[in-house]
């Protein structure tokens, strides 16, 4: 019922009531939600690895309190990279987010168990990159000993979802929408793999060494809407989707075209994605680039103390302007935080295309090839 309500309030959009609702919800259900508990004593467990077979080949009466479970944390969680909703504050440091791998077996576990087991995993990943964010945004000190075993691990086990989910594609058999449903998981895994591999850098420079995974990402974005599949006629969805992997090509990987081709994608998405409004979001990640660019060398370098996040936004709907606070990663010269506001335009994308003399496009419709 409470996904329900927010599903309802994110159609009518009424943020506030959905940020009300999502931290509702955390707090109805922490007894019930294992991310809240102290899992470490799982980790020298079979169970931590693979399911029984019994339990693998057939949905169990625990898997939609499984899903529930994950799903609202996860939505809770990605609803903060918008900036625009808080209740994920007071429960993402409360979370577990120690890696735990329980990987599909091909043909024996069924499609729709392995979303379930990919959401679970997905989950502990989305709280090890929103802490990563927390401590970065607060200059916290941090653990690292612990931390790079923690990214070490998510980063192996990243690897073997990358084997389980390519063996399922290569089946001959399996019908077009689990071929969809697979390829979009992929997109979800590289994400993570690209985030999580740099998570622990806070001057995000590690970022320019995976601009080859930033362009398959793209790629496989690209290749997703451009699939024959079926249309859906909805026009909101609780998956992670295309937006998330989309915001990050625009906001991490600091190559002009790819970022300005997945601005021009994010742009056009016609769908709402649990709390990530496509159209809405690209007009604050554009802020992004565009104080960037502005310290651009002539080689194309985006140097660190030219590097930004964006933290947080307000809508002005009257004068359909938003006024977007950003970060930048290097702090001032006596160590404070330094930020900067914009007001942006919410009927006139801002480009930095001009900036930088660069005259192109940037349709990545016109440069893939499927």
Known sequence: MTLLLIAFEFIQGNMKNVDSLMGTGMRLLENKITLLHDLQSEHGSNNSVEYTSSHLRSNVPDDE???????LPCLCLMAGFTHFFQSHRNSVLLMNSSPKLQLPKPGVTVLAKLQTLWGQFFTRAVVHVMR??????NYNPRDLTKAAEEQERFVEYIGMWNGALETYLNDPTIDADARRTLDSIQIQRLLIHIVISCSL???EMMYDMFEEEFRELLHRVVCYLRDPGPISKVSFTFSEGLTSPLAMIIGKCRNHDLRMQAIHVLNNLS???SAFDG???VIGKSGVVLLEERGMDE???IPPDSRWIWMSGKW?????ELLATYFRLTPNEDGTPCHTQLTLDMDNLMHSCGLIGC???HDPFQNYVV
Do not use: C, Y
């Open 132 to 137: 990563t964010v927390h401590d970065q945004l």
């Open 316 to 320: 002005d709907i009257e004068k359909r």
């Open 279 to 281: 159209q809405a979001l």
């Open 271 to 273: 769908w709402r994605e």
């Open 359 to 361: 005259p192109g496009r």
């Open 299 to 301: 080689n194309g370098f």
């Open 201 to 203: 850098d806070r001057s």
């Open 65 to 71: 309190m499984d899903d529930i479970e994950h799903l």
